[in-house]
């Protein structure tokens, strides 16, 4: 299973970036709980927000009313739409993919893919 990741960048505090993950091996993800995670230099790699195939989502509280997870089923293809971007939102962002629970724990995580770098500073 495949995971890439694309639309990292520099951006200024309040801006906008859209993350996208697009894997070539699921069948659909019907099969899976897709998610989003990110790691900062020098912390643990910490759960923003997961989705599931009937789009049921969940989010970090840091995060909430700022970034939306969703899903192109025709497209195989996960995207984090991340605005009001603060600097402590600075960092490595992962997709992930778990065969299970709609949940923000890493350990429930299967396949990853091997980020992008987000950088909020003015």
């Known amino acids: 299973v495949q995971l890439v990741e694309s639309g990292g960048g520099s951006v200024q505090p309040g801006g906008s970036l859209r993350l996208s993950c697009a894997h070539s091996?699921?069948?659909?993800?019907?099969?899976?709980?897709m998610g989003w995670f990110r790691q900062a230099p020098g912390k643990e790699r910490e759960g923003v927000a997961a989705?599931?195939?009937?789009?049921?989502?969940i989010s970090a509280d840091s995060v909430k009313g700022r970034f939306t997870i969703s899903q192109d089923n025709a497209k195989n293809t996960l995207y984090l739409q991340m605005n009001t971007l603060k600097p402590e939102d600075t960092a490595m962002y992962y997709c992930?993919?778990?065969?299970?629970?709609?949940?923000?724990?890493?350990?429930?995580?299967?396949?990853w893919g091997q980020g992008t770098q987000v950088t909020v500073s003015s």
């Open positions: 992930a993919a778990n065969p299970g629970w709609l949940v923000l724990h890493r350990g429930a995580y299967t396949y």
């Open positions: 091996e699921f069948t659909s993800f019907d099969d899976y709980v």
């Open positions: 989705i599931n195939k009937d789009g049921s989502t």
